[in-house]
């Protein structure tokens, strides 16, 4: 059983700061590619980011480009989600999930259905 799990969510102060973690843990599995989306209330998935496993490189969606990073330690099976600069609409619940395959069209690294595996999700809330 593949299992992704989110933590780092909270209450934060617009201007301020949160990294969110994404670990996997459970059976050998070899995953190409991670990506954070968020849920906004009463709103669409949205993609926020994703990051290549192997390669490390990082695609940030342009809603929070300049202010989010990607990052991932290998020997963590971990991924990160710094989020810096924080606006009341980034309040969201932000998942993680994890692709098997790689993903030859970069176009499709935005779209939920891309991923195989989704965690539970952990709640981002930024006050005004």
């Known amino acids: 059983q593949v299992q992704l799990v989110e933590s780092g969510g909270g209450t934060v102060q617009a201007g301020g700061s949160l990294r969110l973690s994404c670990v996997y843990s459970?059976?050998?599995?070899?995953?190409?590619?991670v990506g954070w989306f968020r849920q906004p209330p009463g709103k669409e998935r949205e993609f926020v980011a994703a990051?290549?496993?192997?390669?490390?490189?990082?695609y940030i969606g342009n809603s929070v480009k300049g202010r989010f990073t990607v990052s991932r330690d290998m020997a963590k099976n971990t991924v990160y989600l710094q989020m810096n600069i924080l606006r009341p609409e980034d309040t969201a619940v932000y998942s993680c999930?994890?692709?098997?395959?790689?993903?030859?069209?970069?176009?499709?690294?935005?779209?939920?259905?891309?991923?195989?595996?989704w965690g539970q999700g952990t709640q981002v809330t930024v006050s005004s």
């Open positions: 990051i290549s496993w192997t390669r490390g490189s990082p």
């Open positions: 999930a994890a692709r098997e395959r790689v993903v030859v069209d970069e176009s499709r690294l935005s779209l939920p259905t891309t991923y195989n595996y």
């Open positions: 459970g059976r050998a599995f070899t995953f190409t590619t």
